[in-house]
């Protein structure tokens, strides 16, 4: 079974920055594009950066210039690094995934448990 674990969320104030981790554990054969998606209660659950098996990345307009997704294949995590936080981030951050379980598979799409992110003074 395929697992993501988020870390790295937690309370920082208005112009800070805090730094997810997302790591992909189990038994898998590689790891296709990942992404990082945030949701508040009452509101759809929305993208907030992708990042493609080869480092293309793409970002929401909101959050551009301020924050930056990175992967390391080697250890199967992908990071997300948020500068310059503003009250309207604060969220629960998700990781996503789409894995190759083994060769020549389809894609299986994982979601992590989420990490909460507060901004705040």
């Known amino acids: 079974q395929v697992q993501l674990v988020e870390s790295g969320g937690g309370l920082v104030q208005p112009g800070g920055s805090l730094r997810l981790s997302c790591a992909a554990s189990?038994?898998?054969?590689?790891?296709?594009?990942t992404g990082w998606y945030r949701q508040v209660p009452g509101k759809e659950r929305e993208l907030v950066a992708t990042?493609?098996?080869?480092?293309?990345?793409t970002y929401a307009d909101s959050v551009k210039g301020r924050f930056t997704i990175s992967r390391d294949n080697a250890k199967n995590t992908v990071y997300l690094q948020m500068n310059s936080l503003k009250p309207e981030d604060t969220a629960v951050y998700y990781c996503?995934?789409?894995?190759?379980?083994?060769?020549?598979?389809?894609?299986?799409?994982?979601w992590g448990q989420g990490t909460l992110v507060t901004v705040s003074s």
């Open positions: 996503n995934a789409l894995i190759v379980v083994h060769l020549g598979s389809r894609f299986l799409e994982v």
């Open positions: 189990g038994s898998f054969f590689s790891i296709d594009a």
């Open positions: 990042i493609g098996r080869f480092g293309t990345t």
